[in-house]
């Protein structure tokens, strides 16, 4: 099947992934107050129709790791969870007639804060969870968009934004020692679901800070994965 048959078949799901600060949540959040045809979503505020259901299929998992050595920790079950729940409010949407779904801090960015914050690789069933999560969503995503910007520009959008940061106060080294580490797991996580298929994957600058360029550049990178560019 062709890009263009996809696309007309149903939305096109599209990840944005990147550090933080690098502008996805504005993006993500600005576009469709235009285009009413754009879903956006991400791991967060999902309504608990889809989150039960997720943390009822997840309960074997959970059990097999609590009578381990290397509990999964509340955190680490709250991500776990959310990637259910996101998979499911993905689907919803795509039966309502949505022309492109975009996420931020979906599927992509989920493993790779396990990179970053845990040490699971040794565990068979977080093996096979990774693996599940990879193969669901590899039939899902239609492209990865990695968007990012210079150092001294994400720590200056973090610091400026009114939300908490892990590293908000943290001095400028920390910062980007931070942004580093989710830059080297993206990475790795990327390839693993281009591997599952015909995934597209672009890149996009956004150190102009301007909301209506890195919309308009946006829209143009995701029009250009949908034609096959």
């Known amino acids: 099947m062709t890009a263009h048959d996809r696309a007309a078949a149903r ?7 990147g550090p933080a600060g690098a502008g996805k949540s504005t993006m993500r959040e600005a576009i469709p107050v235009t285009d009413p045809t754009v879903r956006d979503l991400s791991l967060y505020r999902l309504p608990k129709r889809f989150l039960l259901p997720s943390a009822l299929t997840l309960l074997p998992t959970l059990f ?13 079950m ?23 779904i975009l996420l931020d801090e979906g599927p992509v960015f989920a493993l790779s804060w396990f990179e970053v914050n ?3 690789k040794g565990d068979p069933w977080w093996a096979r969870w990774r693996n ?20 001294p520009v994400l720590a200056s959008r973090i610091r400026g934004r009114s939300n908490p940061h892990p590293v908000k106060f ?38 102009d800070s301007r909301v209506d360029h890195c919309v308009a550049l946006l829209r143009r990178t995701i029009e250009e994965m949908r034609r096959g560019c």
């Open 78 to 100: 709250a991500y776990m969870i959310r990637l259910g729940g996101l998979l499911r409010a993905v689907r919803y949407a795509a039966r309502r007639g949505y022309r492109v």
């Open 170 to 207: 943290m001095p400028d080294r920390e910062v980007h020692d931070f942004e580093a580490s989710f830059r080297r797991a993206f990475d790795r996580v990327v390839p693993d679901f281009v591997a599952t298929g015909t995934l597209a994957v672009r890149s996009i600058r956004t150190d």
């Open 132 to 151: 599940r999560v990879v193969t669901e969503w590899g039939r899902e995503l239609d492209g990865i968009v990695r968007v990012d910007a210079d150092d």
């Open 11 to 17: 939305p096109w799901l599209v990840e944005l992934v």
């Open 64 to 76: 097999a790791a609590a009578l381990s050595f290397h509990p999964f920790r509340l955190e680490e």
């Open 118 to 120: 845990s040490s699971r």
